[in-house]
């Protein structure tokens, strides 16, 4: 696969998730909170969770589009988590992705519900997936519960919270990461991996791919924000730095966080190794979110 | 079984919910976020939902306590809703349960996270439940997140938002309980039968049962609310009718409320006609409900 069929192999995966989103969103529930959640569900983006967890299925040899309901719940609880982080209550931004914030057009108390509202609708969403065995569909469900709550994402946030006044260490920066960014990406590698019936040994390489690539991920975003050259990757939330006074830059240096990241993202690349060109998408997303050529 | 046995068979039914609670709790997460969910949690209450659902599957002849995670995941959700609702931009209230709200006691970004972490939470334990059939356990989770989303406990939120500033007709006051009570009653009720192993005719029966039970918790509420003899019932969210003009007894009089309340319960207690004594319980905490004697 080459840089060209990339381009167009993501274009059409995002589609097929943006696809997704609008036709689900036609289904209305009993109030006017529907038109809060599609205002900042459909309101475009990268897509990169449920693309990723479309192209793990496809390195284990199967079809990624056969997984759209579990991908894009992930895509639903990744837009909660913007949705209240936006809140006045947290970073108080009033706008992303170029439009008011939800809450600027719908009021906190709506934006409050649109959120919770997602968070509940990602689960029903997953629950819906076809054509994988039961129980994989239980431990994926469950392991995104685990990723996306007090293990993973909450709690990363909770301790970015904690860590608001002062600066920390790599360790606390680490940690930190692997909550609020790091553990969706797990989510949708693990997600995509086990519903595909990975071996144990596959599932153990994958997971640490996933790892570094969220660590990869997060050097490179806190680099673009200094070098200024950020390009629209799905930023991580409150990836601005504005909360907390530390950043891999900060920390390391400029030059030392490059090479970090170049290192971590080679890292990531050799645990596929093992994996034929099925994982060819994998390792062009490897790429691209470390901004390198592909 | 007599009013002395049920007290009993309550009283060790909601022990048992709020020991899973709390050994639950014990699984620490990664930040100090697991803190502020547990305040919340293990502030005790009746247990009511998780003990329907329990009392629900002793209805099909089946042992409670074996649903004890799908029963608590539950409680985690109606806990997470109240939190939510007790924040600035929503109700604003200080006390809870003659305790200080969660917000007050850790700050509001600290609460809204805990919320977050209670509903992803629920999920995740509600997934650990064993010894059902994985089809029967997926339903019954996907049916609960229906239950708690826009279709239902959100969606009445977001209308009780609608209909802030307003009087609303009892068409609407109806579709509003049905959402923000109303449909945890039908989780609890339908969760429970499902794992249970109800046979369809059961289900409609119980589903029935649920949603005339949730409006006649209302309605008592309503009353309870006028009376001023307000046993803490679990009492619902939002429920002391400040945020709307529009209760029942505001709609109907008060006695005419009263006499609805009374044929409500009456009507939910036919539809366990069908049912041996297996069903005894779900028929006392009927009476309870409704504030008659049992």
Do not use: W
Request: aromatic share 6%; glycine share 8%; hydrophobic share 40%.
């Amino acid at each position: 696969m080459d840089k060209t069929a990339f381009k167009a192999y993501y274009d059409k995966q995002r589609k097929l998730v943006d696809g997704f989103l609008a036709a689900r969103m036609e289904k209305k529930g009993i109030s006017s909170v529907d038109e809060a959640m599609a205002y900042s569900l459909l309101a475009g983006g990268k897509r990169l969770r449920p693309v990723i967890l479309m192209a793990t299925a496809e390195a284990l040899g199967q079809k990624g589009y056969n997984y759209l309901p579990m991908a894009c719940g992930l895509e639903m609880i990744h837009t909660y988590s913007l949705i209240h982080d936006d809140l006045p209550c947290m970073d108080d931004d009033d706008y992303r992705r170029g439009r008011l914030t939800n809450h600027k057009v719908y009021g906190e108390a709506m934006a409050l519900l649109a959120g919770d509202g997602l968070l509940t609708l990602a689960f029903e969403v997953m629950l819906e997936q076809k054509n994988v065995p039961p129980s994989a569909l239980i431990q994926a469900v469950r392991e995104t519960a685990m990723c996306a709550g007090n293990f993973g994402m909450v709690g990363g946030q909770a301790l970015d919270l904690t860590y608001a006044d002062r600066a920390v260490n790599a360790e606390e920066l680490r940690k930190m990461h692997q909550g609020k960014t790091g553990a969706l990406f797990i989510a949708a590698v693990r997600g995509g991996a086990v519903l595909a019936g990975a071996s144990s040994e596959q599932l153990l390489a994958l997971t640490k791919y996933a790892d570094l690539l969220g660590l990869a991920f997060q050097i490179t975003d806190d680099i673009l924000d200094v070098t200024g050259t950020a390009a629209e990757l799905g930023k991580p939330i409150g990836s601005d730095a504005k909360n907390h006074k530390s950043t891999y830059v900060s920390l390391y240096g400029l030059e030392a966080a490059e090479k970090l990241a170049e290192k971590t993202c080679e890292e990531a690349l050799s645990c596929l190794d093992s994996f034929d060109e099925g994982a060819d998408p994998l390792r062009h997303i490897t790429q691209m979110l470390c901004n390198k050529r592909s």
